[in-house]
């Protein structure tokens, strides 16, 4: 009985004293904001865009219209996706964060996909929707 508890002891001695812990996270953003411009003379680059010189950022450069309008939905798929991102809202460039609206006709379907890093919200307005996820 002893010898398999000194056993335990050491075991778990060395287990502590081998492992570290660790600890994992993107990065902090370098700045608030980096509103992504398609220019090449602009100096700052960050996360694949060029940053837009914050003295010239407007109010339009955070704002998106069109989500509230509902899509066309006679396709195969019966659905349609409005999605917005860094490319057509370029305030989002270094947030991580985009939107999407999904609009469904009855039995439409939203085809398999991934998000990479990423989380994923629904929301029902209307009617029922059946959802799953895979890991």
Do not use: W, Y
Request: contains cysteine; glycine residues 6%; proline residues 7%.
């Amino acid at each position: 009985m002893a010898l398999s508890l000194k056993f335990l002891v050491v075991t778990t001695a060395i287990l502590a004293l081998a492992s570290s812990p660790s600890t994992a996270s993107d990065p902090s953003p370098l700045q608030d904001f980096c509103v992504a411009v398609n220019d090449s003379k602009a100096t700052v680059f960050v996360n694949g865009k060029v940053c837009k010189d914050p003295k010239l950022v407007t109010a339009d450069d955070f704002f998106r219209s069109g989500l509230n309008k509902p899509g066309n939905t006679s396709n195969q798929l019966g659905s349609v996706v409005t999605a917005v991102n860094v490319n057509n809202l370029p305030g989002l460039n270094t947030l991580g964060i985009s939107v999407a609206r999904i609009d469904f006709a009855r039995r439409g379907l939203n085809p398999p996909h991934t998000h990479p890093r990423g989380t994923e919200v629904l929301v029902v307005l209307k009617g029922k929707l059946i959802s799953s996820f895979s890991t």
